[in-house]
């Protein structure tokens, strides 16, 4: 079985199983699986890794959608950057290539948010975000594509989420739009 089939087959049982785990629990072994796929030579087909000059030069495409959880890979040009976000569900997210910046905030009582971490993530690397402990920013400081891939508890797109500026500030509700294949 190649290895995205055999992840997605994984993740199928693990998210459907009669007993589930509790949310942080899944992620965590989510995160072990997707830390063995992103280290494998392939793991997803190429036409996935690479950002498209017909999408505004953007890479964001679907690998698989199911009830339970969703796959994308996401293609971060060179200095591109995400300010602190929210998921509202639990996620791994692992990289295939390159390195990329990830902070990871707390909200102030005013609906602001301040950075308690930042980790510098290499190839192979993989973060794990559950529900109370999702808020981040990425930012590719390298001069080349980070290519990763994202699973997350629920499907993103059209899910409601909150987002700030760079500096935390200024929260406001906003939803994924399309992958770029669906
Ligand atoms: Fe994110």
């Known amino acids: 079985m190649e290895p ?3 992840f997605i087959h994984d993740l199928r049982e693990l998210t459907t199983a009669k007993e589930r785990l509790p949310e942080d ?8 699986l997707l830390a063995e796929l992103v280290t494998r030579p392939s793991p997803i087909p190429a036409e996935f890794t690479v950002r498209s000059a017909l999408h505004g030069g953007r890479g964001r ?4 959608r199911s009830p339970t959880f969703t796959i994308s890979s996401i293609v971060w040009a060179p200095g591109e950057i995400a300010p602190p976000h929210t998921h509202e569900t639990w996620g791994a997210i692992g990289l295939i290539s390159n390195r990329i910046e990830e902070r990871r905030y707390e909200l102030n009582g005013d609906d602001t948010v301040r950075p308690v971490e930042h980790h510098r993530h290499d190839r192979g690397a993989v973060s794990v975000l559950i529900p109370d402990d999702d808020i981040h920013s990425m930012h590719n400081l390298t ?8 699973v997350y508890g629920k499907d993103l797109t059209g899910l409601v989420r909150r987002r700030w500026t760079v500096e935390g500030q200024d929260m406001r509700e906003f939803s994924s739009g399309k992958y770029m294949n669906c």
């Open 4 to 6: 995205l089939h055999q």
């Open 25 to 32: 629990a899944l992620a965590t072994t989510v995160g072990e």
């Open 61 to 64: 495409y679907i690998l698989h």
């Open 143 to 150: 001069d080349t594509e980070t290519v990763e891939i994202h």
